[in-house]
């Protein structure tokens, strides 16, 4: 390891070994002490054995594949119950005392598919290793396509991750936060995006007990009569106080543990998300020219002159400024229909809100047609909008944090949802969003505008010529209202590839 990385808070690991007894304790040789020979020992690195990393590399990934496909976890590896994190074991690595970093390799994999092998991905021989305040988590990546060896898959930050306590005197870093590596990205097809907050990392390592050939030789020695009683006492004394008393004490630490399971206080725990997409496609759906309907399922219903999509989930971070919720539901705009089936076929799901201080995006699932080739793509987890937050928005009242009227505009990636009629940069409707992190709390009654259709979930809104939040006719200008002819020559998406596009994402239920 490199000696230029920045110490992990020397004295906290210290404080901490100290406090657990024989955990951690270092070889006379760790202090700069020499060996029996007089040596000084010139790379001093301790063991660590019986590693184990806890960890689920993302959520939402684990809930879509659970309902699209199946995960298989092998040699080793276990899954915690309710489709949770993964157990990797048997750790095996070094701590290096001179920069106090870790290297630790682990048994076990776990293995992704579906959509009948199309989607089929392999993690295995999953390393953790930090470094300074930094870190990652590396893995060999496994595809139809290929194999990558060692792929750097998560950056870790262990700047605010103290060491602690852990069964039998093991050493604790406890959910270390971990975000998704450019190399990450490629690695699952750029289905999620550079710095995508992951999962956290739970790292449990223990260090080798020093030898005892040393103690054991001498005292059996006949030659050296001086050594024995100096030994003797010194030895036995040492071995059994460290090691009895660090076993005993530590028994009853499991007892304490499920405090670590208790609920995340920052675990989004219900909301909603009021969106009317764009107020002139929707009067352009149901007017007079794409004659077509708007549909709710999944739990969606038409609110005001948008939509709403309900129970939340998540985790906001009141210290952070973040907040990533996910809500149920799908609208779906159905327009100009030829022998029977609807040409303009539009359908925005799962959608979910990753906000980080003034910024933030909207992410959806997007089912769209083509109207020329009549081929539908599909798009998971694209970042449909842009959002601007106001400056300390993301604070919680009662329980609650409530975004009103936030701006969007079109994102390039979300252009390919609306078949390039609309340019990156358009402005899109304004969200309102309602998250509750107290299960006590009351989420306000309405959102959105007062005024529109209402539907029930399944429902349909604005059949034939009717409107959903619009007059019916189309405007005589604006950029944003797209011609007759300036829709069929676009179609309603350009289908790269045509067929759909599978990328994996938190998909839920429907």
Known sequence: MAATRRPIALAAAVATAAAL???FALPAFAAGQSGS???TAAAPTMELKDGTLDWGFKESFRKYIGAAGKITVKDGATQAAGNSVFTFVNGKGTYDMATHGTDTAFEGGVNFSAHGGVLDITLSDVKLSTAGKGGAITADVATPQGTQNDVAVA???LSAVKPGQGAGGAMVFKDIPAKLTKAGSEAFNGQYRAG????????TVKAVAPPTEKPTEKPTDPAEPTDKPTDKPSDKPTVKPTDRPTTQPTRPTPKPSPSTTATDPGAVVDGTLNWGVKASFRTYVTGPIAHGKVETTGGATASGDGYRFPDATGHFDAAEQTLNAEFDGKVRFLGHQENGAYTLDLSLSNLEIQADGTKGRLIADVSTKDRGTKKVATYTGLAVADLKLPAGGLTAEDGVVTLSAVPATLTSDGTKAFGGMYQAGEQLDALTVAVAVDKNAELP???GSST???????????GGGGTVGGSGALASTGSDVPSGALFAASGLIVAAGAGAVVVARRRRTA
């Not at 995508?196 to 790292?203: F, Q, S």
């Not at 529109?452 to 604005?462: I, P, Q």
Request: charged content about 15%; aromatic content about 0%.
């Open 21 to 23: 007894g024989t955990a």
């Open 37 to 39: 020979d007089g040596a």
């Open 155 to 157: 950056d870790l930050d």
């Open 196 to 203: 995508e907050v992951l999962d956290p990392a739970t790292l």
């Open 445 to 447: 009654s309405t959102g």
């Open 452 to 462: 529109g259709g209402s539907s029930t979930t399944g429902g349909t809104v604005g």
